[in-house]
């Protein structure tokens, strides 16, 4: 493998990684904002708070009762997932290649 492909896929791999790291952030970010501005129309506070701590309790599940941990969970995990699917991605184009 060239110094210039190993580069390539490293850089591949570092922004996979960090993409999809920030991205169930803004994911989960977006819902709770949007829950929160609901919550600003006469008659859908209460459903907007409802459907806030539901999410707040699916992550408080995966961070041991912490929410923010729960979303570093998710995170960390996805980001492990992106990271796999492009070293598994970049396998299958450099054998389709024939290098």
Do not use: K, W
């Amino acid at each position: 493998m060239s110094m210039s492909i190993l580069s390539n896929f490293l850089r591949s791999l570092l922004l996979s990684i960090i993409l999809s790291f920030i991205v169930p952030m803004l994911i989960i970010g977006a819902v709770l904002v949007s829950t929160s501005i609901v919550g600003y129309i006469p008659g859908l506070h209460g459903i907007s708070q409802a459907i806030a701590n539901q999410v707040l309790q699916f992550l408080a599940t995966f961070g041991s009762g912490n929410p923010v941990d729960g979303l570093l969970v998710i995170s960390l995990t996805c980001s492990l997932v992106g990271g796999l699917f492009d070293t598994y991605a970049f396998y299958r184009y450099q054998n389709l290649r024939g290098e």
